[in-house]
């Protein structure tokens, strides 16, 4: 069991060493006025602790009226692509695009 512990320890460091220590730099916020017009699909983690959801899904709707927005409740954004794989390819599916 210690020996397991310790391997697990240097696969870890090992795995991050890589990791960027530097923040991303962005830009502001896209103005929505530019996506109008486009199709849009919002996939929203439910499950994510960073933001509120339901916060996030009302101002995509509001501020993209013909975007196709859902919520996948049980799933975090960490998560979404693994977790929840069969339900993301289905969302993208039935947008017909």
């Known amino acids: 069991m210690r020996r397991r512990s310790?391997?697990?320890?240097?696969l870890l460091q090992e795995r991050t060493a890589g990791?960027?220590?530097v923040r991303p730099?962005?830009?502001?916020?896209p103005?929505?006025?530019?996506l109008r017009g486009t199709r849009v699909d919002v996939l929203v983690a439910?499950?994510?602790?960073?933001?509120d959801p339901a916060r996030v899904a009302r101002a995509a709707r509001?501020?993209?009226p013909g975007a196709r927005v859902?919520?996948?409740?049980?799933?975090?954004?960490?998560?979404l692509p693994l977790a929840a794989a069969?339900?993301?390819?289905?969302?993208?599916?039935?947008?017909?695009?």
Do not use: Q, Y
Request: hydrophobic share 45%; net charge neutral.
């Open 6 to 10: 310790w391997v697990s320890r240097v």
């Open 19 to 21: 990791f960027p220590t």
């Open 25 to 29: 730099v962005t830009g502001p916020r």
């Open 31 to 34: 103005d929505p006025a530019g």
């Open 46 to 51: 439910g499950g994510a602790r960073c933001h």
């Open 62 to 64: 509001a501020a993209l």
């Open 70 to 79: 859902d919520v996948l409740p049980h799933v975090s954004h960490h998560a």
């Open 86 to 97: 069969g339900e993301v390819a289905a969302f993208l599916a039935a947008g017909g695009g």
